[in-house]
């Protein structure tokens, strides 16, 4: 991937939102420390990346939602913090090459049929769009797409290349996975209120990601998924 950017930028002392003083600029991010700004980020990209390919294992998939739901809120910590920032700017004109992209579809296919009876889910793309037509999303793509994003940043972090790891989390998280991980959020979120609260899920009236639009409308195929059938095996309980 080429990606064109400033070539020269001034290093800038910027407040962070955790309240310390950032350092953005070609050379005044770097891994100098476990409390450094770049150390923090990178942390936290890794224990999310680690954690959702333990849960697409399914060796517990008792907790495989809330523990889902607990990790993407932690990974829109990184975000916020990243989106907070002020614009990182890589020290190359053109991004590095990092290689091959890390092959997703055995991540993708494992969350699908963990999370098979409510993987897909509709969203509103941009909510700042008038009468947006939500459209359907998975899960398990969300996520996977998520992981591809953030094992892109890791690859040039774990090559030295700081400045440029940080930049590439902050652009994306401002045009994909940051978007993506907020959608997914809400759908997990919504998910354990449902079964939480002991509220039943409506008809799912066959949403999927392959249906076609007809008059604005997405046909749905999957049929009623009542959030009772689905807190024993994602290890959800509604209060007695």
Same mark, same amino acid.
């Given at each position: 991937?080429?990606?064109? #950017?400033?070539?020269?930028?001034? #290093?800038?002392?910027?407040?962070?939102? +955790?309240?310390?003083?950032?350092?953005?600029? /070609?050379?005044?991010?770097?891994?100098?420390?476990?409390?450094?700004?770049?150390?923090?980020? @990178?942390?936290?990209?890794?224990?999310? #990346?680690? @954690?959702?390919?333990?849960? =697409?294992?399914? &060796?517990?998939?008792?907790?495989?939602?809330?523990?889902?739901?607990?990790?993407? +809120?932690?990974?829109?910590?990184?975000?916020?913090?990243?989106? @907070?920032?002020?614009?990182?700017?890589?020290?190359?004109? !053109?991004?590095?090459?990092?290689?091959?992209?890390?092959?997703? $579809?055995?991540?993708?296919?494992?969350?699908?049929?963990?999370? =098979?009876?409510? $993987?897909?889910?509709?969203?509103?793309?941009?909510?700042?769009?008038?009468?947006?037509?939500?459209? @359907?999303?998975?899960?398990?793509?969300?996520?996977?797409?998520?992981?591809?994003?953030?094992?892109?940043?890791?690859?040039? !972090?774990?090559?030295?290349?700081? /400045?440029?790891?940080?930049?590439?989390?902050?652009?994306? !998280?401002?045009?994909?996975?940051?978007? /993506? =991980?907020?959608?997914?959020?809400?759908?997990?979120?919504?998910?354990?209120?449902?079964?939480?609260?002991? /509220?039943?899920?409506?008809?799912?009236?066959?949403? &999927?990601?392959? +249906?076609?639009?007809?008059?604005?409308?997405?046909?749905?195929?999957?049929?009623?998924?009542?959030?009772?059938?689905? =807190?024993?095996?994602?290890?959800?309980?509604?209060?007695?």
């Amino acid at each position: 991937m080429m990606s064109e #950017t400033a070539e020269t930028a001034e #290093t800038t002392e910027v407040t962070g939102a +955790s309240g310390g003083v950032g350092v953005a600029g /070609t050379s005044g991010l770097t891994a100098d420390g476990p409390d450094s700004f770049a150390v923090q980020i @990178a942390d936290q990209v890794e224990s999310f #990346t680690v @954690a959702v390919a333990e849960v =697409a294992k399914g &060796d517990d998939p008792d907790s495989a939602v809330p523990y889902l739901l607990l990790q993407v +809120s932690q990974l829109l910590l990184a975000g916020g913090r990243l989106g @907070a920032y002020e614009d990182i700017v890589p020290e190359e004109r !053109y991004e590095p090459d990092t290689g091959p992209e890390p092959d997703m $579809d055995e991540l993708r296919e494992q969350l699908g049929a963990l999370l =098979a009876p409510v $993987d897909v889910y509709s969203e509103v793309f941009d909510p700042y769009v008038p009468r947006s037509t939500p459209v @359907a999303a998975r899960i398990s793509d969300d996520l996977a797409d998520i992981v591809s994003d953030l094992r892109h940043g890791m690859a040039h !972090y774990r090559a030295g290349r700081v /400045t440029e790891a940080l930049w590439w989390w902050q652009f994306s !998280y401002l045009t994909n996975w940051g978007p /993506t =991980a907020s959608a997914t959020l809400r759908a997990l979120q919504s998910l354990v209120a449902h079964v939480r609260l002991d /509220t039943p899920l409506a008809e799912l009236d066959g949403l &999927d990601t392959d +249906s076609d639009a007809e008059d604005g409308d997405l046909e749905r195929q999957a049929g009623r998924v009542m959030a009772a059938e689905l =807190a024993s095996p994602l290890g959800l309980k509604p209060e007695s």
